[in-house]
């Protein structure tokens, strides 16, 4: 495995009872890069998310992060790493997801320094500076003792957002982050995402967002039923798809 | 009134009994419910499925009945207890067991994405359920919670049958020697008073909770 690669998913199977959803996916992550995933609904590509960070787990396959596997092939046999490596590399990720999942109990900078004081057994009087470090990165300090029901959605999202960062992780995947937002609020999400990006943050994203794809991420994928029709860089990919599959998706897309 | 001073003063020393049976009951009968909820989702097979035979035992037979079973057939095979204790117990079980469903109803509506969130994040079961679920479980299952508590109040009333002198039973010991119904009025006004202020108490704690919406 070569160095820059941090994520390496290789011939990933997934079923829900008979429904195969994932029919042997390969994936690589280089370190720094911006993937995003597209693809019509039902096509899987979230679910192949979720299987990074094991909220779903796999039939068949193998998922190595930054040279550790996280479940491999054992004698024929589809194993999952034991739980401290496995805690150990889902550390490594931070997810954002569509629904925000925010914790209402909790004030914004409650829910940004929950898991680092909990997780991580940090001092609330270390973690709350970094905290409104992230809050003022994203635009939000000021929104630092609201409770969630109190922000929009766009806001919500960049607090969840900043929330994933307070665990300081190397790989940033977002699932759908804008599909549950007013069109006009997806504006101020894509731009912390773009930020992020420019900081070298290595990002899996799943999105609708096509101008997101093509402007800020490194590689395409394409998705349809459970495999990856097509992948590309941005350019090549919207200026010039191949397949029909991928064709007739970005017309009725644009 | 002097007459009914005379009245009040024995009924007041009832009440003792009947607000000593609700405040045990209560704080005993909260905590173990929530263990009871939190065993019967477990996803441990042996227990959930025990949990589920005790819930069944307990609110599909009255209260009454376990009353006297604790009271009348647990000392048959040598098992005495001070009369408050047997008292204590029966309650404690049965209101457990309701108070169990009502908390294992709140906590499967907590939606699966503070699950996942919370995973994400690196925290463990017992950190997401104590931190994440139940805090906001306990928001949702306050008006039930309530109902239940109201309700306790007046089952306390059921000691009656075993020969304890709760605020009904002295209520009902003068009405036979006086042959006068007024204690049963006092006894009313009673129960309506500690009701009452429960019922604010509860709208307190609404009242705090209200600070976050969902």
Known sequence: MSDDVMIRMNQIYKKFNQLEVLKGINLEVKRGEVLA?????????????????????????????????????????????DAVTSKMILGKMGMVF????????????????????LVKNMKSEDIIPIAEQLLAKVGLLDKRDVYPSRLSGGQ??????????????????????????????????????????????????????????????????????????????????????????????????? | ?????????????????????????????????????????????????????????????????????????????????????AALLAFTLNYAAYFAEIFRSGIQSIERGQYEAAKTLGMTYIQTMRRIIIPQMLKRVLPPISNETINLVKDTSLIYILAMNDLLRVARTIVQREFDMTPFVIAGVFYLAMTFVLTWLFNRLEARYAKYDE
């Open chain 1, 37 to 81: 995933i597209i693809g019509p609904s039902g096509s899987g590509k979230s679910t192949l998310l979720r299987c990074l960070n094991r909220l779903e787990t796999i039939e068949k396959g193998a998922i190595e992060v930054e040279g550790e596997f996280l479940v491999q092939e054992k004698n024929g046999v589809t194993t999952y790493t």
């Open chain 2, 1 to 85: 009134m002097e007459k009914i001073i005379g009245m009040v003063m024995p009924m007041l020393d009832g009440s003792g009994i009947t607000l000593q049976i609700f405040f045990i009951t209560l704080a005993l009968s909260l905590p173990l419910g929530l263990l009871v909820a939190l065993a019967r989702i477990s996803g441990i097979r042996p227990l959930g499925f025990a949990m589920e035979v005790y819930i069944w035992l307990m609110r599909g037979t009255p209260l009454m009945l376990q009353l006297l079973f604790v009271y009348f057939a647990l000392p048959m095979v040598g098992i005495l207890l001070p009369d408050l204790a």
């Open chain 1, 156 to 254: 919500k999202q960049r607090v969840a957002i900043a929330r994933a960062l307070t665990m300081k992780p190397d790989i940033m995947l977002f699932d759908e982050p804008t599909s549950a937002l007013d069109p006009e609020l997806t504006g101020e999400v894509l731009k912390t995402m773009r930020q992020l990006a420019e900081e070298h943050m290595t990002m899996i994203v799943v999105t609708h967002e096509m101008a997101f794809a093509r402007e800020v991420a490194n590689k395409v994928i394409f998705m349809a039923d459970g495999e990856i029709v097509e992948e590309g860089s941005p350019k090549s990919f919207f200026a010039n798809p191949q397949e029909i599959r991928t064709k007739s998706f970005l017309q009725n897309m644009l």
């Open chain 1, 98 to 117: 569509q629904q925000f999942n925010l914790f209402p109990h909790m004030t914004v900078l409650e829910n940004l320094i929950e898991a680092p004081i």
